[in-house]
């Protein structure tokens, strides 16, 4: 119904850019990420949401140089600007950047990338070491995005344990999903909206065997009890 109406709307060639990025989006929430693009091509001006736009359905195909070569463009928006707060642009930029590193199995250089965009993320926390996480969540931010960086850097970080088997990084990875799980019981007690909140307990409990699994072999490798407790807690 919503492409019924964005697309009659065109027909006015009022905000046209504007509308064609909404029915990418549209389209991109259907996984027809081919006519996400063919409608993203169509814009006349476009801006960092757009190159986002770009970046994210050609990750999705798979077409990683495509997806760079359009992340640079939105990265190159924000470099440009010459006010420099922290956006949701900003964010979205780092994330994918993240994604398309993870992708080619560059753990390092996706966790940097995934910490970048949490600090874009929230207004509030600003910490450049890639060992760091939110602890107190308040306020208003992107919670579901949030919560899909945070889990993306979590299982970065054990991707990159399992490459070098430094418990470093694993115990990086069980503080990471702390973090996660800290916000998702923030977002529940203080969210009125059911379906963030459904979103989120689907999100939590598909991704439940992560921080299990991170736990037992954390216990395997430094035998200490308090993994096993966490483990099954």
Do not use: M
């Amino acid at each position: 119904q919503a492409l019924t109406i964005y697309k009659e709307l065109l027909g006015l060639n009022i905000n046209a850019d504007e509308l064609l990025q909404n029915i990418a989006a549209t389209y991109q929430g259907k996984s027809d990420f081919t006519s996400a693009i063919a409608y993203l091509r169509k814009v006349k001006s476009p801006n960092q949401n757009t190159f986002n736009s770009f970046g994210f359905s050609y990750l999705r195909l798979g077409n990683y140089d495509s997806a760079a070569l359009y992340l640079n463009k939105a990265r190159q928006l924000s470099e440009k600007s010459a006010i420099k707060i922290k956006t949701f642009d900003n964010a979205l930029t780092a994330e994918y950047e993240g994604e398309l590193e993870y992708a080619q199995r560059n753990w390092e250089k996706a966790i940097n990338k995934y910490q970048e965009a949490v600090n874009q993320f929230i207004f509030s926390f600003n910490e450049n070491s890639i060992y760091k996480n939110p602890k107190d969540y308040t306020g208003c931010f992107a919670v579901t995005e949030l919560f899909e960086t945070l889990l993306a850097k979590a299982t970065a970080f054990e991707k990159l344990y399992q490459a070098n088997a430094d418990v470093k990084h694993l115990e990086a990875s069980l503080e990471t999903l702390r973090s996660l799980y800290s916000l998702s019981d923030y977002a529940e007690k203080t969210y009125e909206s059911d379906e963030a909140r459904i979103f989120l307990n689907q999100k939590k409990y598909a991704s439940h065997h992560i921080p299990i699994n991170v736990c037992l072999e954390l216990f395997r490798k430094t035998k200490n009890q308090s993994y096993l407790k966490e483990a099954f807690y």
